[in-house]
């Protein structure tokens, strides 16, 4: 390498996923029978709404649509978004100025991370979390803080303990329910609580909220609480709800002067979202319930044929987990890392072990469900034919 690497980039590491997929396409790629069952990342498989699909069709055959576009999203877009947060969460945002769309939410979290934090500042980052918290913060030269989470006290955070340690230099909290990756579901009391810890301490309360569909009877927003967007915002998309991961669709909600500030950072990065890609989103968010009642019957048969291989595993686990992942402990005594390394190697299917998230994950394993009833079967086979 000609110059050296930004200072930067030092503590931060190739994302795991994207390490061991290449680990799982060399093991496919050297002449095995079948190949390896992939139980790791939560990308669903399913397909989109079919409306949606034909607004993408139908509108890239358009003349005129094919340039850049505004940076702000086209308005029938924010509107779709205002009106779902308003159907779905009981949630009143401007369209105009308190909505902010993304190409992903994982998009969101740098992008909000430059936005508000300076080399030196502190950010809460809870564990087990998703890892690009802290990645994104080491990015923008800050520092992650981390607050547990832990199964006694419901994988939610411990804010009386957390009102006993030293906050300064603590700009931001990053929050995520229902939680990735403990399945723990969404709580109103917590989120209200959060806004006040947010008030109280000058902390802006960052809200990751893409799993509030899946396997939920309820769907809980933090900005329904009154005063929510003077110390909060919250990052959603379409991957998860609505199968479409790949067309990276998000948006942040906030308000007028959050989004403003975020809008400033993502206008240096890109040149607006693809026009029949929008167009198709607007049709994807008025999809109503029978849509996601049909998404969730289907995984809930994925999170019983899940729940055999880990029983089979001796893995103790929450039947009732909401979002895409099953996160279980393992007996006392085992490895994660050596339990999926053997499972990935012998039986030709992988599981991701806990340690990823975080600490509080080491003794953990998790399971995708974005994988059809058939495959977790084959791999349930496939693992009861090694131990």
């Known amino acids: 390498m000609i110059i050296s690497p930004a200072q930067r980039t030092g503590d931060v590491r190739e994302y795991y996923f994207s390490t061991k997929n290449r680990e799982i396409a060399a093991?496919?790629?050297?002449?095995?029978?079948?190949?390896?069952?992939?139980?790791?990342?939560?990308?669903?498989?399913?397909?989109?709404?079919?409306?949606?699909?034909?607004?993408?069709?139908?509108?890239?055959?358009?003349d005129g649509v094919h340039g850049y576009q505004s940076y702000t999203g086209i308005p029938e877009l924010r509107a779709a978004f205002a009106s779902w947060y308003k159907r779905w969460y009981g949630v009143s945002l401007d369209p105009a100025s308190e909505i902010q769309p993304l190409t992903g939410s994982k998009e969101g979290i740098l992008i909000t991370s430059l936005a508000f934090l300076?080399?030196?500042?502190?950010?809460?980052?809870?564990?087990?979390?998703?890892?690009?918290?802290?990645?994104?913060?080491?990015?923008?030269?800050a520092t992650p803080v981390y607050y547990d989470l832990i199964e006694e006290k419901g994988w939610q955070p411990d804010l009386d303990a957390l009102e006993k340690t030293d906050l300064t230099g603590v700009k931001m909290m990053w929050t995520n329910y229902p939680n990735m990756p403990t399945g723990a579901p969404a709580d109103p009391g917590l989120y209200e609580r959060l806004v006040d810890f947010g008030r109280s301490h000058g902390i802006l309360i960052c809200n990751d909220n893409p799993y509030s569909f899946i396997l939920t009877?309820?769907?809980?927003?933090?900005?329904?609480?009154?005063?929510?967007?003077?110390?909060?915002?919250?990052?959603n998309s379409l991957s998860k709800a609505h199968n479409m991961a790949g067309w990276r669709i998000g948006m942040v909600a906030s308000s007028a002067d959050v989004v403003k500030e975020i809008l400033k950072v993502k206008s240096q990065l890109d040149s607006g979202m693809f026009r029949p890609l929008q167009l198709a989103a607007v049709e994807a968010l008025a999809q109503g319930p029978e849509w996601f009642e049909k998404l969730n019957?289907?995984?809930?048969?994925?999170?019983?044929?899940?729940?055999?291989?880990?029983?089979?595993?001796?893995?103790?686990?929450?039947?009732?987990?909401?979002?895409?992942?099953?996160?279980?402990?393992?007996?006392?005594?085992?490895?994660?890392?050596?339990?999926?390394?053997?499972?990935?190697?012998?039986?030709?299917?992988?599981?991701?072990?806990?340690?990823?998230?975080?600490?509080?994950?080491?003794?953990?394993?998790?399971i995708s469900l974005c994988a059809p009833v058939e495959r977790l079967e084959r791999a349930y086979e496939k693992i009861k034919a090694v131990l």
Do not use: M
């Not at 009877?217 to 990052?235: N, T």
């Open 217 to 235: 009877e309820e769907h809980h927003s933090i900005l329904s609480v009154p005063g929510a967007k003077e110390v909060c915002l919250e990052l």
């Open 297 to 366: 019957a289907e995984y809930r048969r994925r999170r019983v044929a899940a729940g055999r291989i880990f029983d089979l595993l001796a893995v103790s686990y929450n039947h009732d987990s909401q979002g895409l992942f099953l996160w279980g402990k393992v007996p006392e005594g085992q490895d994660p890392v050596a339990v999926s390394d053997r499972l990935l190697h012998e039986a030709g299917v992988f599981i991701t072990p806990g340690f990823v998230f975080g600490r509080n994950g080491r003794d953990r394993l998790r």
């Open 118 to 141: 300076n080399k030196g500042d502190k950010v809460l980052v809870p564990d087990p979390g998703y890892p690009t918290y802290s990645s994104a913060s080491r990015l923008c030269e």
């Open 27 to 62: 093991l496919n790629a050297d002449g095995r029978t079948e190949p390896v069952i992939n139980l790791g990342i939560g990308s669903p498989d399913g397909t989109p709404p079919s409306a949606a699909i034909d607004a993408l069709v139908e509108n890239a055959r358009k």
